[in-house]
């Protein structure tokens, strides 16, 4: 029998995303996220793309919006259709200003772009911060996918991270940072019948 943790990676590696309000971009893991962002918008799953984050920390992979909105425009993607948000330093700072931003503009549906490492605690973030706020805001996973697991980035192996993700989905959730495995479950539940 699967546990509620083992069901939750499944649901989260498997999501179904529809046509969104906005891509949300999370800072973090160099330059590899923003080309799953611009892949979504320009298969039309939303017209907006959210940077979110205000840290530069090269050593730990989180490369500024300045180092990162190029190589998003290069792309072809307008500059009116980036939004900034760079007042979070944290992976719950951006669930709060995300959901912040979402409220303010009657955003109803996200789509959540993060390393496939990360995806896991990112999601678990912003589910309590869309729970916490009351809203029926509908979030989408997608993880980036085809990075190694075991090369060398510069910060780190992701095989590596992923424990360290894990760890902290433990100690985040005994601070009631996440929402658990089985709030995941029942949201995935009425995420389906919104479609």
């Not at 979504?40 to 090269?58: H, R």
């Not at 490369?63 to 998003?72: A, E, G, Y």
């Not at 200003?97 to 955003?107: D, G, T």
């Not at 424990?163 to 495995?181: N, P, Q, V, W």
Request: net charge negative; charged share 25%; hydrophobic share 40%.
């Amino acid at each position: 029998m699967l546990t509620n943790r083992e069901k939750f990676i499944a649901l989260v590696d498997n999501d179904c995303i529809q046509k969104s309000d906005a891509i949300v971009l999370l800072e973090g893991d160099g330059l590899n996220r923003y080309q799953k962002a611009v892949m979504l918008f320009n298969e039309k799953f939303a017209d907006k793309i959210i940077f979110s984050g205000g840290i530069t920390d090269y050593e730990y992979g989180s490369f500024p919006f300045s180092d990162v909105q190029p190589h998003i425009l290069n792309t072809g993607v307008p500059h009116e259709a980036i939004i900034h948000e760079d007042k979070s330093l944290n992976t719950k700072e951006q669930a709060i200003e995300v959901i912040k931003l979402a409220i303010q503009n009657r955003w109803t549906k996200l789509i959540l772009v993060a390393t496939h490492e990360h995806q896991y605690r990112a999601y678990l973030t912003f589910l309590r911060e869309v729970i916490d706020s009351g809203t029926n805001i509908v979030l989408y996973n997608a993880p980036v996918r085809n990075l190694g697991w075991f090369s060398e980035t510069g910060w780190g192996l992701r095989f590596d991270r992923l424990e360290k993700e894990f760890d902290r989905i433990e100690r985040y959730s005994d601070l009631g940072h996440l929402a658990t495995f089985e709030e995941v479950i029942e949201y995935q539940k009425w995420k389906e019948k919104q479609v």
